[in-house]
């Protein structure tokens, strides 16, 4: 069976501080992708990043990075210099059938970044 | 280029009423899914389209949920007789393949505003 645990329900930083939200999967494939939602207050999820098994070098976008560590089961994600913008919901999925892109999403972490 | 359109936006009924929900994907994408997100809860897949035939409904509840993509394009998802907990926001995506060399999971999903249902 295939999960995606997200422990953190919600984090509170103040504008500038960096912020890692945590997620951490289960799956027994070998083949699969890892994702990253943000959903802001609009609700419509905006995508991230998308990373495959067998890639485990992490990622860096702007004030974005990822880490990938599969002895961990782990795919945690770092905002470098929170912005006030950055105040969402942020979901971590896994997909796991190789027929399609059926995606299972861990609970959401949301982020609040004060000014 | 045009997103995941929805509608209706909001919608409010009683319980044991019907109601129907109604995406649009992006032009051209061949795959579409819909999805339940109970309020703090992540989305949960209810079926996934590949043109007009259903790739997977196992999360569906069949008893009361129903759901077509007659021409491959459009797509409704209907709910009769609806109950409490069908209380939710229900979002379409859809999603085409980046690199037609690479297999069917790179494919990217993009969302829609999605419909919150209020079932009282």
């Known amino acids: 069976a295939q999960k995606v645990t997200q422990a953190q329900t919600e984090i509170s930083v103040v504008e500038k501080e960096d912020v890692t939200l945590d997620c951490v999967y289960e799956?027994?494939?070998?083949?699969?992708?890892l994702f990253w939602y943000k959903q802001p207050p609009s609700g419509e999820l905006v995508f991230l990043i998308r990373?495959?098994?067998?890639?485990?070098q992490n990622e860096i976008s702007g004030r974005y990075s990822w880490n990938f560590q599969k002895s961990t089961s782990s795919f945690n994600f770092t905002i470098t210099a929170s912005q006030v913008v950055d105040s969402a919901v942020y979901f971590c999925?896994?997909?796991?059938?190789?027929?399609?892109?059926?995606?299972?999403f861990g609970g959401g972490t949301r982020l609040m970044v004060k000014p | 280029e045009a997103g995941v359109a929805q509608s209706p936006r909001y919608k409010i009924i009683e319980k044991r009423q019907s109601v129907a929900f109604w995406c649009n994907p992006i032009?051209?994408?061949?795959?579409l899914y819909w999805y339940q997100q109970i309020l703090g809860q992540g989305p949960k897949l209810l079926i996934q389209?590949?043109?007009?035939?259903?790739?997977?409904d196992s999360q569906l509840p069949k008893d009361r949920f129903s759901a077509e993509r007659l021409k491959g394009v459009d797509s409704t998802l209907k709910i009769q007789p609806a109950k409490l907990e069908d209380s939710a926001v229900y979002l379409c995506?859809?999603?085409?393949?980046?690199?037609?060399?690479?297999?069917?999971?790179?494919?990217?999903?993009?969302f829609g505003p999605g419909t919150r249902l209020t079932v009282t």
């Open positions: 995506a859809s999603s085409s393949p980046i690199d037609r060399g690479k297999g069917a999971n790179d494919y990217e999903q993009y």
């Open positions: 799956t027994r494939d070998t083949t699969y992708y």
């Open positions: 990373r495959n098994s067998f890639d485990e």
């Open positions: 999925a896994l997909s796991y059938n190789n027929a399609g892109n059926m995606l299972t």
């Open positions: 032009s051209g994408h061949a795959t």
């Open positions: 389209f590949q043109n007009n035939g259903v790739v997977d």
